[in-house]
């Protein structure tokens, strides 16, 4: 924790001395003396969550799981392994750190996924800030089986693309599910594109993942591909005005579309005939906004799946129902 020290009439050496003396004295009192164990540490982090009401949006369900993906990845040790290190005494110099953090998420509303600079998506890692949204989709369960059955053989998928690809996250799965894909990654924003290559730089990916900067298909003039997944920015005015504090830590591109959230569905429905091949599928997470896209488009065959995480979230269509497929 840091103190700024007020006033003027002390010259720098007894600034530097009251700070010294502060910071000793926050070390023989309150949290940084009085909690010593993870376990500790780990009841601290919940009743403070909880007094502060964080929202838990971002790939854990509450409040208990946040303060241990929080104390673990602060302390280096592994997600899955609480245990063996609740009564693990923590140095000093770490309580700092972790009160840091602490704060950091009950005050400042901050995301764990970016104080510690990493996300998960099933067993998948990926290095993320806040140039990207902290990755989260019904896609991650949907490829762990290949995207069965809409993929009858995962090997002769040869092309697919990520549309939106922020981090990364999706384009990397999909490297994995259909492993003699050539698979591109596309986004309109530079910065998330530098995540990105980061990931799948991690990943050795970098001969099987292209990342392309697009507007939608803007960038990919003339491509097709047998299989075109897109988890796009699909948030609606009215939800963006509700969102929870968390996610304004988030980029705005990557969320707003629009006054009902379909302002990149939209363009992905009208030109995705265009880009796939002639049995290729397109499938796109849109969240709970399945009646505002069955409204907007009222003579598509939408198909809407079922995840553990909840129904209805990701339609799917294939080349043939799509508009412009005669073409």
């Known amino acids: 924790m840091t103190h700024s020290i007020q006033g003027h009439d002390h010259d720098h050496a007894d600034a530097e001395h009251d700070h010294a003396h502060e910071h000793d004295h926050e070390h023989e009192s309150g949290p940084l003396?009085?909690?010593?164990?993870?376990?500790?540490?780990?009841?601290?982090?919940v009743t403070r969550f909880n007094r502060a009401h964080i929202f838990c949006g971002h790939g854990v369900h509450d409040s208990y799981d946040e303060a241990v993906w929080?104390?673990?990845?602060?302390?280096?040790?592994?997600?899955?392994?609480?245990?063996?290190?609740?009564?693990?005494?923590?140095?000093?110099?770490?309580?700092?750190?972790?009160?840091?953090?602490?704060?950091?998420?009950?005050?400042?509303?901050?995301?764990?996924?970016?104080?510690?600079?990493e996300a998960w998506l099933g067993d998948f890692r990926f290095s993320v800030d806040e140039r990207v949204i902290v990755?989260?989709?019904?896609?991650?369960?949907?490829?762990?089986?290949?995207?069965?059955?809409?993929?009858?053989?995962?090997d002769a998928v040869g092309s697919a693309l990520d549309l939106c690809t922020g981090s990364g996250c999706l384009a990397i799965l999909?490297?994995?599910?259909?492993?003699?894909?050539?698979?591109?990654?596309?986004?309109?924003?530079?910065?998330?594109?530098?995540?990105?290559?980061?990931?799948?730089?991690?990943?050795?990916?970098?001969?099987?993942?292209?990342?392309?900067?697009?507007?939608?298909?803007?960038?990919?003039?003339?491509?097709?591909?047998?299989?075109?997944?897109?988890?796009p920015p699909y948030v609606t005015a009215d939800a963006m005005d509700a969102l929870p504090p968390e996610y304004l830590h988030e980029p705005r591109m990557a969320l707003a579309a629009g006054e009902d959230g379909l302002e990149v569905v939209r363009r992905l429905i009208a030109e995705a005939a265009d880009h796939l091949n002639p049995d290729g599928v397109l499938a796109v997470e849109v969240g709970h906004n399945r009646a505002i896209v069955e409204a907007a488009f009222p003579d598509l065959p939408f198909n809407w799946l079922s995840t553990r995480g909840g129904d209805d979230m990701v339609f799917v269509l294939n080349r043939a129902d799509l508009p412009g497929a005669a073409r």
């Open 33 to 45: 003396a009085e909690l010593v164990t993870v376990r500790d540490w780990l009841r601290y982090a």
């Open 70 to 117: 929080l104390l673990l990845s602060s302390l280096a040790l592994p997600l899955d392994r609480l245990e063996p290190f609740l009564d693990a005494c923590i140095p000093g110099e770490e309580r700092v750190a972790l009160l840091e953090a602490i704060e950091r998420r009950a005050v400042d509303r901050v995301p764990t996924a970016y104080i510690v600079g």
């Open 135 to 154: 990755p989260r989709s019904f896609f991650a369960e949907l490829l762990e089986d290949g995207f069965a059955p809409w993929v009858a053989d995962p």
């Open 174 to 231: 999909m490297a994995h599910a259909f492993p003699k894909a050539a698979v591109t990654g596309a986004d309109l924003s530079d910065d998330a594109l530098e995540v990105a290559q980061q990931n799948v730089a991690d990943y050795g990916l970098e001969e099987r993942i292209e990342l392309v900067r697009s507007d939608v298909f803007s960038g990919l003039a003339g491509r097709r591909f047998d299989l075109i997944l897109s988890n």
